[in-house]
């Protein structure tokens, strides 16, 4: 029997906990869990939903790509003949020296908002400058809104 993908746990009148199994992420498990207020119908309609939309994100052929993979592609591809070249290396310092130390290894399709932030914390710990935070955190955007945009453009990658 397979492992349930998402489940909807009755928090009390009204109340519904939703849960959706997102995968392994290192030696955990990790969920995304929101709580419903409404009908049982409301709850299963945004598990549903929920659901869709991290089957969309996933793809079948990118399930397994690492961000530092993406990033090497995403960099070749999609960035080095349309910027400067010095445009290029600013690019790829930023991702190899801040993100990918902390949020390298995670699987792309797995990546989860908070996961960021800590690597944008991790960065004002180390007392990086705020420009330093905003101009990383403007090529992480325009990866990921890649990423988003094109998922299997990337199937190459496996």
């Given at each position: 029997m397979s492992r349930k993908s998402g489940q909807i746990i009755a928090r009390g009148e009204r109340r519904w906990l939703v849960r959706v199994y997102l995968g392994r992420n290192h030696e955990k498990r990790t969920y995304f869990n929101r709580t419903v207020y409404g009908s049982l119908r409301n709850a299963q309609e945004y598990l549903t939903k929920q659901l869709h939309q991290r089957n969309l994100l996933r793809g079948v052929q990118g399930a397994q790509v690492t961000l530092d993979e993406f990033f090497d592609h995403w960099l070749t591809t999609a960035v080095k003949s349309k910027v400067r070249r010095s445009t290029y290396?600013?690019?790829?310092?930023?991702?190899?020296?801040?993100?990918?130390?902390?949020?390298?290894?995670?699987?792309?399709?797995?990546?989860?908002?908070?996961?960021?932030?800590?690597?944008?914390?991790?960065?004002?710990?180390?007392?990086?400058?705020?420009?330093?935070?905003?101009?990383?955190?403007?090529?992480?955007r325009a990866a990921m809104r890649q990423a988003v945009r094109r998922p299997n453009c990337f199937s190459r990658l496996l």
């Open positions: 290396r600013n690019y790829s310092g930023m991702l190899r020296r801040y993100i990918s130390p902390s949020i390298g290894k995670v699987i792309l399709a797995s990546l989860v908002p908070l996961e960021i932030q800590t690597a944008y914390q991790n960065m004002i710990d180390r007392r990086l400058s705020a420009r330093t935070v905003r101009y990383t955190h403007a090529v992480l």
